[in-house]
Structures are given as C-alpha cells and as structure tokens.
C-alpha cells in the first residue's frame, strides 16, 4: 500500500525526521489561506497523487506542473485551482493521468545541498538497507547506471537496528560538514526505525535538503508497505486512499484476492502468484496479451472463484479467459465447482479454456464436461496457451 507524501510525512515525524512546514488543502481557497498562514516569501505547491515524477509532469491543458515553486504567495489559490480536480500526467501515469483531489502547500526554502537516502528491503542479503546519494533530485535508477560510485549503502542488523557508527559513515561519505552530520544521523536513524517498526517495504526521501543555515530536511517522502503486515497497523491502514484506483481492484482486495489490471484481452484466473506470472509469461510467448494478473490464492472455495470471474469479465477489453489451476491446496472440483457457477451467473460471454492438475483432477474435468457450458480443455499449459490466444483472437 502506497500512501500521499502529505501523510509520510506526518507519520515520519513521529520518528523524530524533520519536514519543512506544510497543510494540506482540497480547496483553492484553503490553499491560499494556508499559504497567507505560512508567511514565507516563496511556497512550494504540490499535487497530492500516487504518481512519480510530479516535478516534470504536468496537468493537461495548462502549464502548471505537478510541483510548483510560487514565488508570489498569492497565487497560490490560482495554482491549486489549476491542480485540483483535473488530470496530472506523468512519465509513470501514462497518458491516461491520475486526478489530483489534495495540495501540499509548504514553505520554501533555502537550498544548498540535495541528497537522496531510503531504505528499502535487500532480499539478497535478507535485511533491511539504507541507499544514499549526493546526487538528490535525481531517479536512483539514473545515478545507478551513469554514476554508481555516488550511491551508499548500509545493510541494518535486523537484532541491533540501524547503529550510530553506520550512519555517521554514510554522513562521511556524502561529505556534509560536522553540524549537518549531527542532523542527518538523527533523520537517517529516525528513516530506519520507521522502516522498521512500521513494516513499511520502502521510505524513500528525495531529495533530502540541507538549508543554507545548515538544516537537514526531509523535502519529499515516499513510503509503502507490506499489504499482508497491515493488520498490525490499523492507523496506517487508515490511510489508504482508494480514489483513481480502478473498482475491480477494491472488490478483489476485499474479496481476498490479488488482483491488477493490464492492457491485454486474456483474462487469467490462477491458483499461487508463481504460477499467475508463468501464465502470463506463456501467454505472451505464444503472442498473445494477459488482461490481468489474478491470484486466487491456495485456499480458495468455490464463492471467491465465482468473485475473481465476475472481476475479470468486468473487463470490457477481456476477448477470451484462462483458468490454470494446480490442485495441490486446492481441489480442482472446487475449482470447477466455481466456475460453473461464475459462468452461469453472469453469463459467459467470451471463450473459456479451462487447465486443471492436481487433486480430483478428474472429478472436476467432469463436472466440467456435463456443465452443458462452452467449455474448451487444455492438457498443458503450452495447448493452453495456444487454444485461448486462437480463442481471443476469434473473438477480436
């Protein structure tokens, strides 16, 4: 779960990181008057989205940009009016854009420094690690590739945390003077046991700033976390912010499912998320294009079945659908079971090509068989592949 840079932020400064001043607005009128509360001669104004790269995207059919710098306090509200309500478009967003219904307005600063630094999961290494970089404002992936000597790193002993030593280290590494040291030990140490004791998957600030009177500040801040580690955090939980995600999703995320939506025309229906990616994968060898990836987990029963095919034909753009199911958890006459009353319900109205192994693997053939329903068997995977890419194609 991904959550508004206006609410990392507050939830980072419960760790002890420090954020320049900031309220948030859904109104043009509120921005300006935060904005005339504020009281600095300069006043960063930003939409409040799920979408990277805000600072170089802009909102369709004007110049204003995701970020914007006003060095004019009072036209705030005419910025925030240009955001709110209307489409930001992104390099992440595509063209399709994510409607902005919040602004960040913050005071301006002073800026001498940007840096970069996260923490992220190492899963090589199996334990948590800190990432930073002198070169702040920039996509890591970018230093990565054309400067990798500027990126840092320290791995976190999942028993001790994050120790002093580590971070004064990385203090050294990107040359900051003794008091910004002081600063960036406590706001690097303040990121680790966010990390940490929020079960987050990312923090990431960037940039991180220090100020010309030698302030160390978190500018920006990212963060997400483990969707399975949420029940512990029911405050976090809180924060989740549905708009602009697409109904399927939502329904399949209380149903239990994992569910994401793609720009193909074959819907996938599979049991274990090794074997949904191997579908997909055999899809597109054999030329065609998976419409989702659908996960219905390994001990699923026949109602959330019926739930995953009624989500997957709410897709107008699905042609065809395959259901791959190894009964190892699951029965495949469960399975069948699910289908039959899926397609029954809603109506099938698209080609279905139906791989079932495992468990009462006959049993559910069968049922499948005497459903009297438009039903086509695969034997593998691979005359899976090929029957429902012919089947997707037909319907086209």
Known sequence: MKIHEFQAKELLGRFGVPTPRHMVADTPELAQAHAEA??????VVKAQVHAGGRGKGRFEGSDVRGVMVVKDPARVGEIA????????????????GVIC????????????????????????????????SSEGGMDIEEVAASRPEAIHKEWIDPALGLMPFQARRLAFQLGLGKEERRGFV??????????????????????????EDRQVLALDAKM??????????????????????????????????????????????????????????????????PANFLDVGGGANAE??????????????????????????????????GVIEAAR????????????????????????????LPITEATDLADAADKVVAAAGVAN
């Open 101 to 132: 219904h919040r602004v960040l307005v913050e005071e301006g600063l002073a800026i001498a420094r940007e840096l970069y630094v996260a923490v992220t999961l190492d899963r090589a290494r199996s334990r948590p690690c800190v990432i930073a």
């Open 186 to 211: 406590r706001l690097v140490s303040g990121l680790a046991r966010a990390f940490t004791e929020t079960d987050a998957s990312l923090v990431e600030i960037n940039p991180l700033v220090v100020t």
């Open 304 to 337: 959330k079945v019926a739930a995953a095919f009624r989500i997957i034909l709410s897709d107008a753009n699905v042609r065809a659908i395959l259901v791959n199911i190894f009964g190892g958890i699951m029965r495949c006459d469960v399975i069948a079971e």
């Open 224 to 289: 997400s976390f483990d969707d399975n580690a949420l029940f512990r955090h029911p405050d976090i939980a809180g924060y989740r912010d549905d708009t602009g995600t697409d109904p399927a999703e939502i329904e399949a995320r209380e149903r239990g499912l994992s569910y994401i939506k793609l720009e193909g025309n074959i819907g996938c229906l599979v049991n274990g998320a090794g074997l949904a990616m191997a579908t997909m994968d055999i899809i597109k060898l054999h030329g065609g294009e």
């Open 81 to 96: 009016a240009a955001m709110l309500g209307h489409k930001l478009v992104t390099v992440q967003t595509g063209p399709a």
């Open 38 to 43: 504020l009281g600095t001669p300069v006043v």
């Open 345 to 372: 319900e809603v109506g099938l109205s698209v080609p279905l090509v139906v791989r079932l192994e495992g468990t009462n693997v006959e049993r559910g053939r069968t049922m499948l068989r005497e459903s009297g």
